[in-house]
């Protein structure tokens, strides 16, 4: 499984951006795909999930200015990021877990860069 992110930027604080990532492979089942963020000295953490069954949570720092969806016949999840803050900034990163076994891939990061 490979996992290809993309649509990563500079923006100014309130602007948007969208992120993509497509998994290649065949099409996942009871899987979640989940968008993480890491900032420079932080840990990385999760931004937003969605299950293969359309089942989706927010961390509560983007909760209303995010939104996170999934295209299964496609393998890929975007997410729609508005109202963006300096503080969004960091290399975000696509991730798919099959939710039977637990096995986890991760995409390459891209980065995310706010202004104010």
């Known amino acids: 499984v490979q996992l290809q992110a993309f649509g990563g930027g500079l923006v100014q604080a309130g602007g948007s951006l969208r992120l993509s990532c497509a998994a290649s492979g065949r099409t996942f089942a009871r899987s979640a795909m989940r968008w993480f963020r890491q900032a420079p000295g932080k840990q990385r953490d999760l931004v937003a999930g969605i299950t293969s069954g359309g089942s989706i949570n927010y961390s509560d720092s983007v909760k209303g200015r995010f939104t996170i969806s999934r295209d299964n016949a496609n393998n890929a999840v975007s997410l729609q990021m508005n109202s963006l803050k300096p503080e969004d900034t960091a290399v975000y990163y696509c991730?798919?877990?099959?939710?039977?076994?637990?096995?986890?891939?991760w995409g390459q990061g891209t980065l995310v860069t706010v202004s104010s």
């Open positions: 991730n798919l877990q099959f939710l039977v076994t637990g096995l986890t891939y």
